[in-house]
């Protein structure tokens, strides 16, 4: 009877975490789910259940999707894993030890650079490096029980059996982070860069990463326009020995506009020294930032990161409205409104907030004009 009433309570929160999933389905209103902790009762679980465990972490705090996705081509899908791990395993390049799927998975979260998928490895590595963290470590930290719920998730999703079985040795409870759940923008950089996985790739806020730049010091080189550009655009300008396309280009989608200048001005402030990290990074030589003589609108916006959120020439944001006909509905003194005061009229079907407030502190009067005629140029 306890247990048939642990299985219904875990049933309702399922149901309750996947409707708020769906909820998720409208991109401009989506924000991060940040991993909130949950205890779930091994023992008492049904291998249905543990699959949905292992999607839980793949989706939050495994951060697997920030690579393993469609969208940046920086990591094999692992939708297709159950149809590529045999050729992988027959490769005259592969040295590892495994011998099926389960064992293959595994090896790959704990080692990522026994094997590397040709073109996947680490710049100038020749792809004898994976990018990829060891999942154990860092700030990922799985635990055993974890892992098995991922493996076996990866397993049912691509149609193949689940061997791997649920632990029955572990504690009873295991901590299992990753319920999405946002009321609303989270309040602290340490909590915002927890719950968007920076730490993942970077040493910030006490995280060890090391896919990407230390960014324990980052403010002693960078000012704030790079730095949310950096956010925004990763691939706008790409940090020096580091090849594009790693640093996820969905944060622009995911944050709040709030949470983005909360990390942005916690950047700027670190200036190494008596950093949490003790570690104090050599500063770079600042980017070029000179304003272009040049410049026109088209340019400016690029520059300012709007492409992260709209589509207008080779931009193609899709958290605000398409810019790309803007110039035949909306007339300059709209246009100039709508970025000075992004919140004194929204467009219709998005939220307020999103749009970032900051464009009347960064750009001049010229630049603003530059913009606000391009725009009403687009027709
Ligand atoms: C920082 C980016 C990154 C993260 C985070 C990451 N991976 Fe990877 N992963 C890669 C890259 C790049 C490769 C391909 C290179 C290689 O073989 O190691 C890869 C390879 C793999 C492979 C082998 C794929 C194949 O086609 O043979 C598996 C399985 C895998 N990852 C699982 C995971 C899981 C599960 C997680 C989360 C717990 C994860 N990865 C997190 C970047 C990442
Ligand atoms: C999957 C790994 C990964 C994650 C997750 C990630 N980054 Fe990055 N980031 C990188 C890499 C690699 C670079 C260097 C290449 C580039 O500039 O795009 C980078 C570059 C940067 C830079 C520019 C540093 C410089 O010296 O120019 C900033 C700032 C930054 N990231 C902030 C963040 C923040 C904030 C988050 C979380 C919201 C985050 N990153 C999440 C991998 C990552
Ligand atoms: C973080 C995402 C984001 C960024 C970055 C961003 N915008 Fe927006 N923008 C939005 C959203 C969402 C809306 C719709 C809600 C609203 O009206 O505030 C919007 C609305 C607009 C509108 C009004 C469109 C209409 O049809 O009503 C204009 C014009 C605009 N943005 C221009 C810009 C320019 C120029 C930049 C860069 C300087 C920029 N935006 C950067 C998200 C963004």
Same mark, same amino acid.
């Given at each position: 009877?306890?247990?048939?009433?642990?299985?219904?309570?875990?049933?309702?929160?399922?149901?309750?975490?996947?409707?708020?999933?769906?909820?998720?389905?409208?991109?401009?209103?989506?924000?991060?789910?940040?991993?909130?902790?949950?205890?779930?009762?091994?023992?008492?679980?049904?291998?249905?259940?543990?699959?949905?465990?292992?999607?839980?972490?793949?989706?939050?705090?495994?951060?697997?999707?920030?690579?393993?996705?469609?969208?940046?081509?920086?990591?094999?899908?692992?939708?297709?894993?159950?149809?590529?791990?045999?050729?992988?395993?027959?490769?005259?390049?592969?040295?590892?030890?495994?011998?099926?799927?389960?064992?293959?998975?595994?090896?790959?979260?704990?080692?990522?650079?026994?094997?590397?998928?040709?073109?996947?490895?680490?710049?100038?590595?020749?792809?004898?490096?994976?990018?990829?963290?060891?999942?154990?470590?860092?700030?990922?930290?799985?635990?055993?029980?974890?892992?098995?719920?991922?493996?076996?998730?990866?397993?049912?999703?691509?149609?193949?059996?689940?061997?791997?079985?649920?632990?029955?040795?572990?504690?009873?409870?295991?901590?299992?982070?990753?319920?999405?759940?946002?009321?609303?923008?989270?309040?602290?950089?340490?909590?915002?860069?927890?719950?968007?996985?920076? !730490?993942?790739?970077?040493? @910030?806020?006490?995280?060890? &990463? =090391?896919?990407?730049?230390?960014? +324990?010091?980052? /403010? $002693?080189?960078?000012?704030?326009?790079?730095?949310?550009?950096?956010?925004?655009?990763?691939?706008?300008?790409?940090?020096?020995?580091?090849?594009?396309?790693?640093?996820?280009?969905?944060?622009?989608?995911?944050?709040?506009?709030?949470?983005?200048?909360?990390?942005?001005?916690?950047?700027?402030?670190?200036?190494?020294?008596?950093?949490?990290?003790?570690?104090?990074?050599?500063?770079?030589?600042?980017?070029?930032?000179?304003?272009?003589?040049?410049?026109? !609108?088209?340019?400016?916006? @690029?520059?300012?990161?709007? &492409? =992260?959120?709209?589509?207008?020439? +080779?931009?193609? /944001? $899709?958290?605000?409205?398409?810019?790309?006909?803007?110039?035949?509905?909306?007339?300059?003194?709209?246009?100039?409104?709508?970025?000075?005061?992004?919140?004194?009229?929204?467009?219709?079907?998005?939220?307020?907030?999103?749009?970032?407030?900051?464009?009347?502190?960064?750009?001049?009067?010229?630049?603003?004009?530059?913009?606000?005629?391009?725009?009403?140029?687009?027709?």
């Amino acid at each position: 009877m306890k247990n048939f009433l642990k299985v219904t309570l875990f049933s309702l929160l399922l149901i309750a975490l996947f409707s708020l999933y769906s909820n998720y389905g409208i991109p401009e209103i989506q924000p991060a789910p940040p991993p909130v902790e949950e205890k779930l009762d091994l023992g008492s679980m049904t291998m249905e259940q543990f699959v949905a465990v292992g999607e839980k972490i793949i989706n939050g705090k495994g951060t697997c999707m920030l690579c393993h996705n469609a969208v940046g081509g920086r990591a094999p899908l692992l939708e297709k894993l159950v149809t590529t791990t045999p050729e992988r395993l027959q490769d005259s390049r592969y040295k590892g030890e495994a011998t099926d799927l389960e064992s293959y998975i595994l090896e790959s979260m704990l080692q990522p650079s026994v094997y590397v998928v040709a073109g996947f490895g680490k710049a100038g590595s020749n792809d004898s490096e994976s990018p990829m963290p060891n999942v154990t470590g860092g700030a990922i930290d799985l635990s055993e029980a974890e892992i098995s719920a991922v493996i076996a998730y990866l397993q049912d999703l691509g149609g193949a059996e689940v061997t791997v079985e649920i632990p029955t040795g572990a504690p009873v409870t295991d901590t299992v982070q990753a319920a999405p759940a946002k009321a609303g923008p989270l309040g602290t950089a340490e909590e915002i860069v927890a719950g968007y996985g920076c !730490g993942a790739c970077h040493v @910030i806020a006490g995280q060890t &990463g =090391a896919v990407g730049p230390d960014l +324990s010091a980052i /403010g $002693a080189s960078r000012d704030s326009d790079y730095l949310r550009r950096a956010i925004l655009e990763p691939n706008a300008e790409v940090a020096e020995g580091y090849p594009p396309n790693l640093m996820p280009t969905t944060y622009g989608a995911q944050l709040y506009a709030q949470e983005l200048e909360l990390l942005v001005a916690y950047m700027q402030a670190s200036v190494g020294g008596s950093g949490e990290s003790g570690q104090v990074v050599k500063p770079e030589t600042p980017a070029d930032a000179t304003p272009q003589a040049e410049a026109d !609108g088209e340019a400016l916006m @690029i520059q300012h990161g709007c &492409g =992260a959120c709209h589509k207008f020439s +080779s931009q193609v /944001g $899709a958290i605000g409205p398409d810019l790309s006909g803007i110039g035949a509905l909306r007339d300059s003194d709209f246009l100039r409104r709508a970025i000075l005061e992004p919140n004194a009229d929204i467009s219709d079907g998005y939220m307020p907030n999103l749009m970032p407030p900051v464009y009347a502190a960064q750009l001049s009067a010229q630049e603003l004009d530059l913009i606000v005629d391009y725009l009403a140029g687009l027709k």
